[in-house]
Nanobody, 123 residues
Framework: QVQLVESGGGLLQAGGSLRLSCTAS????????MGWYRQAPGNQRDLVAV???????NYADSVKGRFTISRDNAGNTVYLQMNSLKPEDTAVYYC?????????????????WGQGTQVTVSS
């Protein structure tokens, strides 16, 4: 069974920094991409940043230059370093992973979500 476990959310003032972590565990054949989405009340869930198996990254325009996504050497933990936080960054942040899993007929791709972690930035 695959699990994504997040940590690192919290409450802080504007201008501060926070780092989120997400670790994927379970019977995983390959991690194709991991990323972070966020959802503020009344809004849809939007992509914040993603890092792929080849190391390429993409960021939402609103966080470029302030947020950095990275991963550990094993590749199963992804981090989101958030600097110069703004009140508009307040949201529940969800880890997302695109994984290749094995079954007797071969591999297949599946997407998993973490439970979400609250980030609140006060002005």
């Amino acid at each position: 069974q695959v699990q994504l476990v997040e940590s690192g959310g919290g409450l802080l003032q504007a201008g501060g920094s926070l780092r989120l972590s997400c670790t994927a565990s379970g019977k995983i054949f390959r991690i194709n991409a991991m990323g972070w989405y966020r959802q503020a009340p009344g809004n849809q869930r939007d992509l914040v940043a993603v890092i792929r198996s080849d190391g390429s990254t993409n960021y939402a325009d609103s966080v470029k230059g302030r947020f950095t996504i990275s991963r550990d050497n094993a590749g199963n933990t992804v981090y989101l370093q958030m600097n110069s936080l703004k009140p508009e960054d307040t949201a529940v942040y969800y880890c997302n992973a695109l994984l290749s899993l094995e079954r007797y007929t071969g591999t297949y791709e599946a997407r998993y979500w973490g439970q979400g972690t609250q980030v609140t930035v006060s002005s």
